[in-house]
């Protein structure tokens, strides 16, 4: 009896140290992605003599062949083949897939558009958005369960968010649209639960016809900007494919690996990134109300980094803890 306790109690710690590097890496991997997200601004801006639609085509097509060389290079080529070919005896699959590509599609436009017509910070007003988003749809949805801190770190969050938001005097649709899109794309993939390469190749795959038709509707009418634009600027539109792919790579691994309320909060690396450089890089006014408003956010942050330790733990409220024993 006792040496088959011992030996259950090991394969518990086992089972519990793989379930924290698993973890560790998805933190790893949505850090990394939104970190390339934040500084993504400078690269739209490197190219802002081009139109954001058309931006956003050579985006998808670039992407979806950055994504084939990865396919060759990883050897998952014929993998890939072989869910093209069953792709469409499982329609729901390509129905989720297909809304994941139509959502990450108008998540591109958007910001490209923000972006290159100074709308930096309140794109990221956007994105600090999108996690309050992210953590609705993951207790709602998911029925992913926050404690009590957590639930005072959205809180605060979300003050913060109001009074950017009161403050523009007018429905911010940029951050409107920026976080609703991202955050139903983020449970799009939680749900999905395909293979992070695999499906990234097959979102852009199924959008790429639409974007080459456009591309070649410009080119033909004498307005498309590939190839009348600098060398620098058409090896960025290239390049596009690799900024792209990337942190979605990054982000699809992560969001796989913890929880959907983790991926929300991550998510604060890019706005924060991008609001530098929307305020010092490309000097767009930031104000006291800005200032009022992302202590708030930052408060959030710091909360909910040290919700789930021990001493705020037993910090809650009498009727939470008593709601969690029942529950338990």
């Not at 014929?78 to 994941?100: C, D, H, Y």
């Not at 920026?178 to 979102?203: C, H, P, Q, R, V």
Request: glycine letters at 8%; charged letters at 10%.
């Amino acid at each position: 009896m006792g040496p088959y306790n011992g030996e259950k109690r090991e394969e518990e710690k086992r089972k519990m140290g793989s379930q924290s590097a698993q973890q560790q890496k998805g933190i790893i991997y949505a850090a990394g992605a939104y970190t390339m997200w934040g500084i993504l601004p400078i690269y739209w801006k490197w190219v802002e003599e081009v139109p954001a639609d058309e931006i956003l085509a050579h985006r998808i097509v670039w992407a979806f062949v950055f994504m084939l060389l990865v396919l060759g290079v990883t050897k998952r080529f014929r993998q890939f083949i072989g869910e093209f070919v069953n792709l469409f005896k499982r329609p729901k699959l390509l129905m989720s897939l297909t809304i994941a590509s139509v959502l990450i599609s108008g998540n591109w436009f958007v910001y490209i558009w923000a972006v290159n017509h100074n709308h930096v910070i309140e794109a990221s007003l956007g994105y600090y958005i999108n996690p309050l988003i992210s953590i609705l749809l993951g207790t709602v949805v998911l029925k992913e369960k926050l404690n009590f801190w957590q639930y005072v770190a959205v809180g605060l969050a979300g003050l913060g968010v109001i009074i950017l938001t009161v403050r523009f005097g007018a429905i911010p649709w940029v951050s409107l649209s920026l976080a609703f899109s991202f955050g139903l794309y983020g449970l799009t993939k939680k749900l999905l639960n395909y293979d992070a390469t695999i499906g990234l190749t097959m979102e852009t795959m199924l959008v790429t016809p639409f974007a080459v038709i456009y591309l070649i509707m410009t080119g033909v009418h004498g307005f498309g900007s590939f190839g009348s634009i600098s060398m620098l600027s058409t090896l960025l539109l290239i390049g596009a494919g690799i900024v792209t792919a990337l942190p979605l790579f990054y982000f699809a691994k992560g969001a796989q690996l913890i929880p959907l309320y983790m991926v929300g909060f991550l998510q604060y690396i890019a706005p924060t990134i991008s609001l530098i450089l929307g305020v010092f890089v490309f000097g767009e006014h930031f104000t006291s109300t800005h200032m009022m408003a992302f202590f708030c956010i930052w408060v959030a942050l710091f909360v909910f980094s040290v919700a789930k330790t021990k001493f705020l733990v037993q910090k809650q409220p009498k009727f939470i803890k008593n709601k969690s024993a029942k529950v338990s």
